[in-house]
């Protein structure tokens, strides 16, 4: 069976690959005038397309068939966090988690953050990047830094929200396991803070604002396999 080859372009009817994604065909991979070639747009659908042009820095297409693709899960699958101070930490995390399926991935800045500002280009790039090793037909939506309390506020947040940590004395007693109180196959969102934990005046804000405290386990886990760990629980709810 020949290799299917994927690139992300998100104007597929255009008509050419994108320079980098180009490069990568032409350069790298060797695709020639007539070669098959898949495209993802990352909202949803798949195209077949066949090589037309295939020189310098430029390969055209022509689109062969359009295949709408089902969702893999249902619900949102939404993760918030407080990136790492390693930014490899936080690359790791995108990269895993959208290969195991999420929708939203939106940062935090939180009290005890050790780190503020983001770049986020090059988040998005691993996003795309692990998109396509997947064959994940949607992109994950990536959001700028956020300050904590402005995000907790948001409007459109689901009603299933969740927030992590490790304080004990926040709720009157221990928090419930995430994936035991999950609804399956509805929006979810959980919040994962920093190394240093969410301070607990963040945890009261949340939950005064229908966050619920939650578990991940009885192991304390750094900031990037929490979150991966969540969005598993969550991935599992709505399968």
């Not at 495209?39 to 195209?47: A, E, I, P, R, V």
């Not at 020189?55 to 990136?83: D, K, M, N």
């Amino acid at each position: 069976m020949k290799e299917q080859r994927f690139f992300y372009h998100p104007t597929p009817e255009s008509g050419e690959l994108p320079a980098e994604e180009a490069g990568h065909a032409l350069r790298v991979l060797r695709l020639q005038m007539g070669d098959e070639i898949w495209l993802m747009d990352g909202c949803g659908t798949f195209y077949r397309a066949v090589i037309t042009e295939a020189g310098g820095h430029h390969c055209r297409y022509r689109i062969e068939s359009r295949e709408p693709q089902q969702p893999e899960w249902t619900g949102t699958i939404h993760l918030a966090v407080a990136p790492t101070k390693n930014m490899d930490r936080m690359e790791w995390l995108a990269e895993k988690a959208t290969e195991v399926g999420m929708d939203r991935l939106s940062l935090l800045d939180c009290r005890f953050s050790e780190r503020r500002v983001v770049k986020t280009d090059r988040l998005d790039k691993i996003l795309v990047s692990a998109m396509k090793q997947s064959r994940k037909a949607w992109k994950p939506v990536l959001d700028e830094m956020t300050p904590f309390k402005r995000f907790i506020q948001r409007k459109d947040l689901p009603e299933q929200r969740f927030i992590a940590h490790c304080h004990t004395d926040a709720g009157g007693g221990p928090a419930p396991f995430l994936l035991d109180i999950l609804q399956p196959q509805m929006p979810a969102l959980v919040l994962i803070g920093p190394e240093g934990d969410f301070s607990i005046e963040e945890v009261r804000e949340a939950e005064a604002v229908g966050f619920r405290s939650i578990s991940l386990g009885t192991s304390r886990l750094r900031t990037e396999t929490a979150a991966l760990v969540a969005v598993h629980m969550m991935r599992l709810a709505n399968r």
